[in-house]
C-alpha cells in the first residue's frame, strides 16, 4: 500500500510518499509560495533524484497537486508507474477542537466541521480544506482520504488542565480550551519510548518538541495529562518568533501604548517576538548559536530565558506525574542542541539524573542520552509526523 502525506500550509504543500510494506519513504518535497509569483517545486526520490527550488507558478493547490503528480509519475525521478497505484491520502489539519477526538475518513461532514473550527486556527485550517479540495480535484473520489489532527493526542487532559480561568459561558459559546498541538509528533516519540522502556502502563514521561515552534506534553501511561500549547500555538515557553506565555495584561498594555488592533498584536507575539524580538538577531538557533559565541549579550539572555522556561514547566510536569520515568528531545533543536538537552538535564539531578556526556553529543540520531546509573531515562528521539499520519491512514482505510 502506497499512501500520499500531505501537509498543506496556506502557500505551501508538503507532500511524502510512503510504501507501508517496510514503511519505506519513497520520495518528498515541498510545493512553496502557492498564489504568490515565482513559485518554488522541490522533489527528491530514495534514489538520490533530486529537483531543488524549480521556479513553476501554482496560482492554487489544485495546479500545485498536478505538479506532484507529474513528478511522481513521470520523467527520471518518478516512482510511480501509474497514479493508481496511490492507495490513500493522508492529510495533517492542525485544530480539530473537541469535535476530533481521532483520525478521521474525508466526508463532506469532516471537511465542514474542519472548516467551522478555522476561528481557531485561521492560519491552518482554511489551508487544509484547501488541502483536502485540491486533493480530490487531482486524485478523483475513487482515492479514499484521511485527516489526522495535531490536537487529537491531548484529548485526554482532564478539565482541570485545559480550562481557562476566564468566565465558563466562553467555553460554552466559544469553545475557549487549552487544546495543545504538535500532537503527532508527541504520540510519536512517545509511542516509541514507551517501546523502549518495555511497557506503556505505569509510565510518568515528559515529550519535548523543540523547534521554530515549540511544545512540552506530560504522558502517563500513554496518554497526555498536560500540555504547553493552548487554544493556540502561541502559548508555552519562547520560541523561534512567538513570545509563549505571558502576563495577559502585557497584551493590553502594549495595544494601548502603541495604539495597535487585535491583528497587529496578533502579528507582534506570533511573528516578532520570542528567540527573535529577545535577542535582536535571528529566530534560528543556529544564528542564536553563533551570535553568542560573539558575544552579543541579548542572545545569550535569548537562550537563557528559554532553557530557564522550559526548566520550569518540565519540574511542573515531574509535580503533576508524581514522578518521572523517561524524557525525551525531539524536533529540529531537541534532536540538535546538545547543550540545550545538558542544561534541561542536569536541572533533573534531584531525581537522580545523570547525562552520558558521549552520547548527549550527538545529533539526529535515535539514542539514550542518561547515564548507566541514572534513575530517569532520557532520550534523543527523531520525530516522524508523516509516519504516523500514514500508519492511521492505513489503518482506517484497510477497516472500509
Known sequence: MKILVINAGSSSLKYQLID?????????????????????????????????????????????????????????????????????????????????????????????????????????????????????????????QVVVFDTSFHQTMPPEAYMFGVPYEYYEKYAVRRYGFHGTSHRYVTARCCELLGKTEGTRIITCHIGNGSSLAAVKDG????????????????????CGAIDPSVVTFIMEKEGFNPTEMDNLMNKKSGILGISGVSSDDR???TAMEAGNERAKLAWDMRSYEI??????????????????????????QCQLRKEILDSLSYLGMTVNEEANNTRRTEIEISGPDSKVKAYVIPTNEELVIARDTKAIVEAL
Open 20 to 144: 507501508m510494506d517496510g514503511e519505506k519513504c519513497l520520495a518528498k518535497g515541498n510545493c512553496e509560495r502557492i498564489g504568490i509569483e515565482n513559485g518554488l517545486f522541490s522533489y527528491e526520490n530514495a534514489d538520490g533524484f533530486e529537483i531543488d527550488k524549480e521556479v513553476f507558478d501554482m496560482p492554487n493547490h489544485t495546479v500545485a497537486f498536478d505538479r506532484v503528480k507529474t513528478a511522481l509519475t513521470e520523467g527520471e525521478g518518478k516512482v510511480l508507474s501509474d497514479l493508481s497505484e496511490v492507495t490513500a491520502i493522508g492529510h495533517r489539519v492542525v485544530q480539530g477542537g473537541a469535535v476530533f477526538t481521532k483520525s478521521e475518513l474525508v466526508t463532506p461532514w469532516v471537511i465542514e466541521e474542519i472548516d467551522k473550527l478555522s476561528p481557531l486556527a485561521p492560519l491552518h485550517n482554511p489551508a487544509h480544506v484547501q488541502g483536502i479540495r485540491a486533493a480530490q480535484a487531482a486524485f478523483g473520489d475513487g482515492v479514499p
Open 223 to 242: 496518554k497526555v495529562i498536560d500540555t504547553t500549547m493552548g487554544l493556540t500555538p502561541l502559548d508555552g515557553f519562547l520560541m523561534g518568533t512567538r
Open 287 to 289: 544564528d542564536l548559536a
Open 311 to 336: 526548566r520550569k514547566l518540565v519540574g511542573g510536569y515531574v509535580t503533576a506525574l508524581g514522578g518521572l520515568d523517561a524524557i525525551v528531545f525531539t524536533a529540529g533543536v531537541g534532536e540538535n
